[in-house]
Each structure stands twice: as structure tokens, then as C-alpha cells.
């Protein structure tokens, strides 16, 4: 798979080296808090295997990368796009930014544009969905900058904290992506 490079940051393959950066975010609330049920802890070791193994195979439903740092390659989270429907050319998207630090410097809304490219681009997708919960204002500033829209909310949909909270469901389109592009 060839990497696709922006300015800060790249997305490539996952690697078995990846398992450690992986290791020290999956079980911290902080981090995990706003992920799907996926993701709840406690995580195993065989739980983080599992998901680095499946990872790192090819999927024909499915697209995997690292979120990376793009002059040393060096883990910084991952982004996902699961459930590829090639019939209706649809992907879910699933992303975290592994450590505190990495947080709030723009690299996964670049990380997103570079997600496009490849899904509108090389895929041929005509859409990219996902859900976020509404109390994530920073995750949903990071989606609009990357041309997301609010399409619909689910109220009470999930549980952050032991409240209630809404999900919000955003998504762009290829329409979108090459209005940006031209």
C-alpha cells in the first residue's frame, strides 16, 4: 500500500512495532473515553493482538493506516475506515490520536484530507461517515475543518462517564471533496 504524505503527518501501513504505542493509550480512560465500545478497557495484551494482527492483513472491506509522524514514520494514532460497502461506495470512519501530547496540533484533520484522497480518489468512494458524541467538541471542530457535515443526531445514543450523551453523525461526500479540490 503506498503511503499517503502531507505536510506533518502520513498515513501508512500498521506495523508489529506499532503494538506498543498501542499498548499505552488503550487503556487510558482519558484517551479511550470517546471511542466506541471497541475500545473500552480493560484491553488485554491478546486484545490488542487481535486487533494489530486483523490490522495488518488485508481486507477487502476495510482500510487500515497509522497516523504518523511524516519525517520518522513514528506512530502518533490510527484512522480506519471500516466497513467499506462497495456497493453503495460507503466507509466508516474510526480514528484516535494515541497520546495527550500529539492532541490539539492539527494532525488529524490532516490526517482526514489525506483519508479522502485515498478514499475519494484512489477508492472511488461517494461517501465517508461517522458517528461522534456530541460532548467531543474537539474531535467535531477536527471533522468540520475537514469538510464533515452534521447530518442528524441520536440522542442519548451513548454513554460517556457514566452520562448520557447524544451521537452526532457526520459525513462527507466525494461532491464535497472535489469542490475543495478545485
Known amino acids: 500500500m503506498p503511503h499517503m504524505i502531507g505536510k506533518h503527518v502520513m498515513l501508512r501501513e500498521y506495523r508489529q512495532e506499532d503494538f506498543e504505542h498501542i499498548r499505552k493509550w488503550v487503556n487510558d480512560r482519558k484517551t479511550t473515553e470517546y471511542l466506541s465500545a471497541i475500545f473500552w478497557f480493560p484491553q488485554t495484551e491478546a486484545d490488542t493482538t487481535d486487533f494489530l494482527n486483523r490490522a495488518m492483513r488485508a481486507a477487502p472491506n476495510a482500510s487500515y493506516f497509522v497516523i504518523a509522524d511524516v519525517k520518522d514514520q513514528s506512530y502518533i494514532g490510527q484512522m480506519d475506515i471500516f466497513e467499506i460497502n462497495w456497493k453503495i461506495r460507503k466507509g466508516i470512519v474510526g480514528t484516535v490520536i494515541g497520546s495527550d501530547g500529539a492532541r ?4 488529524g484533520t490532516e ?17 465517508l461517515e461517522l458517528d461522534v458524541y456530541a460532548s467531543n467538541a474537539r ?3 477536527c471533522y468540520e475543518k475537514a469538510g464533515f457535515r452534521h447530518e442528524g443526531t441520536r440522542r442519548h ?4 462517564n457514566g452520562k448520557y450523551t447524544d451521537v452526532r453523525m457526520m459525513a462527507v461526500i466525494k461532491e464535497d471533496w472535489e469542490t475543495k479540490q478545485a
Open 104 to 107: 490539539g496540533k492539527g494532525y
Open 111 to 127: 490526517a482526514l484530507k489525506l483519508l479522502e484522497d485515498y478514499a475519494f480518489g484512489v477508492l472511488g468512494l461517494e461517501r
Open 139 to 141: 474531535a467535531i471542530r
Open 157 to 160: 445514543a451513548a454513554m460517556v
